[in-house]
């Protein structure tokens, strides 16, 4: 499992359109290398499982398209042809790559799905029994295949080219969000009024209960006190969500350490190392999920300064915990998120 859920879904009380006697429905899958869980509301089971059953085979779907480990994804035809020919892919393939273009964009680099070949030389899968830091040469070397800017997209012919051999996407930082996105439309499709898709720590919403409340969410502790074999239900926050997705990127959730230093999944594409800010911890908050997923993993590059600007110049929620325990919220999120550990002290951002 590459990555376990970092959002808990804590409670789920009756929502809208739900009459008295609608019921919750629940299921698991592993699916994109980790737990996806999709829940609804219905009153019929048969309506309900169908509902849950066509969300799943969109994610499915996704997961073959997109896949950066399979032989014969999309992705993996897009990379094997860089430097040499355009390739012609699905219309769910040229949209995701078009939006993580455009949030390469957005943030200035800190996002760049072309950061795989860098990916490649860090070892961060919990089955590698001694990783290590790649040697600096090395880095430097992958870095120059690292530009988003290099991606050719031809809409009218569905074609992507990658401008320079030796370039690859990895939709990583994306792919989850986005798979929560369309796993909603398709579980709305079949007429279901109320719902919560989350692939692993990537979750997407709709529906309230009658009385006005949302699913209510668990940030997971990025420093917990003690290793727990179920971290992800270990929360320092909770908060509700209502018709929006949320993401959370950390330090903690693909790391090792070495000579007492923590090295992490999420990279700098500036300098092929892992993001070295005061972040331990970055949620996002927005209506849809492949925004709230590139964005987290974005914010974390960028830092509290930038990020935080960044997230309030486009009037987007974020959670942003730092080294200290400190918490900073975009000014839209102050009082509606509920901290329960007292060791995480909410302060003012000012900047
Ligand atoms: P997330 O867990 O959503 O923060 O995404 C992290 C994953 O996205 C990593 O495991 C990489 O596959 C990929 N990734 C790492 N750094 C970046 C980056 N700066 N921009 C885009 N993708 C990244
Ligand atoms: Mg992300």
Same mark, same amino acid.
């Given at each position: 499992?590459?990555?376990?859920?970092?959002?808990?879904?804590?409670?789920?009380?009756?929502?809208?359109?739900?009459?008295?006697?609608?019921?919750?429905?629940?299921?698991?899958?592993?699916?994109?290398?980790?737990?996806?869980?999709?829940?609804?509301?219905?009153?019929?089971?048969?309506?309900?499982?169908?509902?849950?059953?066509?969300?799943?085979?969109?994610?499915?779907?996704?997961?073959?398209?997109?896949?950066?480990?399979?032989?014969?994804?999309?992705?993996?035809?897009?990379?094997?042809?860089?430097?040499?020919?355009?390739?012609?892919?699905?219309?769910?393939?040229?949209?995701?790559?078009?939006?993580?273009?455009?949030?390469?964009?957005?943030?200035?680099?800190?996002?760049?799905?072309?950061?795989?070949?860098?990916?490649?030389?860090?070892?961060?899968?919990?089955?590698?029994?001694?990783?290590?830091?790649?040697?600096?040469?090395?880095?430097?070397?992958?870095?120059?295949?690292?530009?988003?800017?290099?991606?050719?997209?031809?809409?009218? *012919?569905?074609?992507?080219?990658?401008? =320079? $051999? &030796? /370039?690859? +996407?990895?939709?990583?930082?994306?792919?989850? !969000?986005?798979?929560?996105?369309?796993?909603?439309?398709?579980?709305?499709?079949?007429?279901?009024?109320?719902?919560?898709?989350?692939?692993?720590?990537?979750?997407?919403?709709?529906?309230?209960?009658?009385?006005?409340?949302?699913?209510?969410?668990?940030?997971?502790?990025?420093?917990?006190?003690?290793?727990?074999?179920?971290?992800?239900?270990?929360?320092?926050?909770?908060?509700?969500?209502?018709?929006?997705?949320?993401?959370?990127?950390?330090?903690?959730?693909?790391?090792?350490?070495?000579?007492?230093?923590?090295?992490?999944?999420?990279?700098?594409?500036?300098?092929?190392?892992?993001?070295?800010?005061?972040?331990?911890?970055?949620?996002?908050?927005?209506?849809?999920?492949?925004?709230?997923?590139?964005?987290?993993? *974005?914010?974390?590059?960028?830092?509290? =300064? $930038? &990020? /935080?600007? +960044?997230?309030?110049?486009?009037?987007?929620? !974020?959670?942003?915990?730092?080294?200290?325990?400190?918490?900073?919220?975009?000014?839209?999120?102050?009082?509606?998120?509920?901290?329960?550990?007292?060791?995480?002290?909410?302060?003012?951002?000012?900047?």
């Amino acid at each position: 499992m590459k990555r376990a859920a970092c959002l808990l879904m804590i409670s789920l009380a009756f929502m809208s359109g739900c009459t008295e006697r609608d019921r919750m429905y629940r299921e698991s899958r592993v699916l994109m290398d980790t737990f996806c869980t999709i829940t609804v509301a219905g009153s019929s089971e048969e309506k309900a499982r169908k509902a849950i059953n066509s969300g799943f085979a969109e994610i499915e779907k996704l997961d073959g398209l997109l896949n950066y480990f399979s032989e014969d994804s999309e992705i993996t035809a897009v990379n094997r042809a860089a430097g040499i020919r355009p390739v012609r892919v699905s219309r769910e393939t040229l949209d995701i790559v078009k939006k993580a273009v455009h949030i390469s964009e957005i943030t200035g680099g800190a996002f760049d799905p072309t950061i795989a070949p860098v990916v490649s030389l860090w070892k961060f899968s919990k089955d590698v029994s001694a990783p290590s830091v790649p040697p600096e040469d090395a880095v430097a070397d992958a870095l120059r295949y690292v530009d988003y800017r290099k991606i050719k997209i031809n809409t009218a *012919a569905s074609e992507i080219y990658l401008a =320079e $051999k &030796g /370039m690859a +996407l990895d939709l990583g930082g994306i792919a989850k !969000g986005y798979a929560a996105d369309r796993a909603v439309e398709a579980v709305k499709a079949e007429g279901i009024k109320a719902a919560l898709v989350a692939v692993a720590g990537d979750i997407r919403g709709f529906g309230l209960n009658p009385s006005g409340q949302g699913w209510r969410l668990g940030i997971q502790d990025p420093r917990p006190a003690a290793v727990s074999e179920r971290p992800w239900e270990d929360v320092f926050a909770t908060l509700e969500l209502r018709d929006k997705a949320i993401s959370t990127s950390g330090d903690y959730q693909r790391f090792f350490i070495k000579d007492g230093r923590r090295y992490f999944h999420i990279l700098d594409p500036g300098t092929g190392f892992p993001a070295d800010t005061d972040l331990i911890s970055v949620t996002v908050i927005a209506p849809e999920g492949y925004v709230t997923d590139s964005l987290a993993t *974005a914010v974390f590059v960028l830092g509290v =300064e $930038k &990020g /935080m600007k +960044l997230l309030e110049s486009m009037g987007i929620d !974020g959670i942003l915990v730092c080294a200290g325990k400190k918490i900073l919220l975009t000014e839209n999120l102050r009082g509606k998120v509920n901290i329960l550990n007292t060791a995480y002290q909410a302060v003012n951002y000012s900047p």
